[in-house]
């Protein structure tokens, strides 16, 4: 089976500070990868140079594309890039404001991928858009309304609805239920789960939550410093943690 | 009157002018930067329409000057003699009689032919402006073709209005390249963008020039089920009677009476003129 990504020795340096040093892994389709580490310990810079939003110092970034297999997507052209994050690509930011267009509708908000790869017919991108906000649970009469006038809960449900129209075989999520209170998640995480089953998508999932990735990962990444310190199984990985820090990591969650 | 250059502006600010202009009509569409310099008048009044016109005049021109379809208003008329007195060219009102035009907010409802030159005043040379603050990412926008993001305007304007509400200025794609604006003249115009003449395009206070040259394809953004629509008031002419051109809605009281006049008032004249 080829895999959909595969990351090697990838490297990424602020100046002299290390963002990620010599990050290794590969990501099979449907699977899901999670990725835990506290504040600062590269997680963030990883998925932002794996989705192409930074440029890494080294290392290759191997993407099984539709058209043509497996391709570096390091070394695609900017074009190229721009398109493959808009089609197979997506990505949920944490705060859903720095994912959506504020001042354009939910119903614009959505179609604009599809706008962005060539849809010129008006009824049909409304009528996706209309399935779209019905399957991440948002009433249709909504569909004209600003994403300033919904909920942070709603807003993060319209960024997921937004990056999923065009059916991408890989999402990229940093910290998608960050800032939600935690009824608001649980059922955030449900959707998540759901769509991601329902469409065989493969994920990779930043967080600091290790209930979130409990519920969502198939395996599981600790960083620290920069570098991976742990990977295996989620479970495995929560229940019998071998590295100080995981272990650290793992009896620090609060139990209500 | 020998204290001006010919034309107001020095031969090397002329030639650097004309580089730009030669390389937007090898560009079609594409907003070229150049050094525009300070004219005898304030930003917003024509200054790149000015200095486009300066670059492009001849001593055997003759020169007719609109604004909003009319030769008789302030801008146009303080246009024409400018450059009657720092260039002593000969000038017209007559559409026909003219080798270069410079125009404000409109295109003459005659058909402009191969001989013509059109220069047209642009306030807001990027059409993507009022989406994407942000003129680095506009930039890269147009090297990439990256305009999805203009057809997210329209879908807005259909949602919220039922239909393309945008009425002047209205985005067009020139030979499948560039998206460009074809300054704030009114989406009845648009058609007539596929012209004869060559058409220049000057901002001032922007630092753009770009041009359409003779018989380039220009397609007016639009849905397949929304397509474009050059609509113009649903009445004649008060004054000619005719009834295929854009025309100015005028209130002659206080009661509210209005009357539809043409807004090009060479084109409304002649046709009075003949008809007497």
Same mark, same amino acid.
């Given at each position: 089976?080829?895999p959909?990504?595969?990351v ?19 990501l ?27 440029a890494? /110092? ?9 058209? #043509? ?5 390091l070394?695609?052209?900017e ?10 690509w997506?990505f949920?930011?944490?705060n859903?404001? #720095? ?44 569909? #004209? ?10 807003q ?26 935690v009824?608001?998640?649980a ?5 998540i ?5 329902r ?6 999932v ?5 209930a ?8 599981l990444?600790?960083?620290? /410093? ?6 295996g ?6 229940? #019998? ?16 | ?15 650097m ?5 030669l390389?937007? !009509?090898?560009?079609p %569409? ?11 008048m ?6 790149? *329409? ?11 021109d ?6 909003? %379809? ?11 003699k ?5 260039a002593q060219?000969?000038v ?16 003459p ?18 059409p ?6 942000s ?5 890269k ?28 200025s209205?985005? !067009? ?30 901002a &001032? ?6 041009? !359409? ?6 397609? =007016? ?6 397509p ?12 000619? %009677? ?13 009661? *509210?009476?209005?009357?539809?006049v043409? =807004?090009?008032?060479?084109?409304? &004249? ?6 007497a």
């Amino acid at each position: 089976m080829t895999p959909l990504l595969e990351v090697q020795a990838l490297t990424k340096g602020y100046g002299g500070r290390i963002g990620c040093s010599d990050v290794s892994f590969t990501l099979y389709p449907g699977e899901v990868l999670g990725i835990v580490g506290e504040s600062g310990s590269g997680k963030s810079t990883l998925l932002n140079c794996l989705a192409g939003h930074l440029a890494p /110092d080294a290392g290759r970034v191997i993407f099984d594309t539709r058209a #043509d297999g497996p391709r570096d997507v390091l070394a695609m052209s900017e074009p190229e890039r721009r398109m493959l994050g808009r089609t197979d690509w997506a990505f949920v930011h944490q705060n859903p404001r #720095d994912g959506l267009r504020m001042r354009i509708s939910a119903g614009g908000n959505v179609g604009e991928r599809l706008m962005a790869v060539g849809a010129r017919h008006y009824g049909d991108i409304r009528a996706q858009a209309v399935d779209w906000l019905g399957r991440v649970e948002i009433s249709d009469s909504r569909i #004209d309304d600003r994403p300033s006038a919904f909920s942070g809960g709603m807003q993060q449900r319209l960024q997921i609805a937004r990056n999923l129209v065009t059916g991408p075989r890989l999402v990229f999520m940093d910290e998608p239920t960050g800032g939600l209170d935690v009824s608001v998640q649980a059922r955030l995480l449900d959707l998540i789960r759901g769509l991601v089953r329902r469409m065989g998508l493969s994920a990779i999932v930043v967080t600091h939550d290790l209930a979130v990735v409990r519920l969502l990962a198939d395996r599981l990444m600790v960083m620290k /410093d920069g570098r991976v310190i742990e990977t295996g199984l989620t479970d495995q990985v929560l229940d #019998d943690p071998q590295a100080a820090y995981t272990q650290l990591l793992v009896s620090s969650v609060l139990q209500v | 009157m020998t204290e001006y250059n010919f034309a107001y502006l020095d031969e090397q600010t002329k030639r650097m002018i004309r580089r730009a202009i030669l390389k937007g !009509v090898a560009v079609p %569409g594409y907003q070229v930067p150049f050094a525009s310099r300070e004219m005898p008048m304030p930003y917003g009044w024509g200054t790149g *329409g000015v200095q486009v016109s300066a670059a492009c005049l001849t001593p055997e021109d003759t020169l007719k000057v609109i604004d909003q %379809g009319a030769d008789d208003t302030t801008n146009a008329v303080s246009i024409r003699k400018f450059f009657e007195k720092t260039a002593q060219i000969a000038v017209t009102e007559k559409t026909a009689e003219a080798t270069i035009i410079q125009t404000r907010h409109r295109i003459p409802e005659t058909l402009l032919t191969e001989d013509q030159i059109l220069v047209y005043q642009v306030p807001m040379p990027e059409p993507l402006r009022f989406l994407e603050p942000s003129e680095v990412e506009t930039r890269k926008m147009h090297a990439l073709q990256d305009y999805g993001l203009m057809h997210v305007k329209l879908y807005e304007d259909i949602a919220r209005h039922g239909e393309i509400a945008t009425a002047y200025s209205y985005p !067009v794609m020139v030979e499948d390249r560039y998206v460009m604006s074809p300054s704030p003249i009114p989406k009845f115009d648009n058609p007539k963008l596929e012209s004869a003449a060559l058409q220049l395009f000057g901002a &001032g206070r922007e630092q753009r020039i770009y041009a !359409v040259p003779p018989h380039t394809r220009v397609v =007016s953004l639009d849905f397949e089920d929304h397509p474009f629509d050059p609509s113009k008031a649903p009445h004649p002419c008060a004054l000619c %009677g005719a009834e295929d051109t854009y025309l100015d809605e005028v209130i002659t009281d206080d009661a *509210g009476t209005r009357m539809f006049v043409c =807004s090009d008032t060479d084109y409304c &004249g002649a046709r009075c003129e003949a008809a007497a």
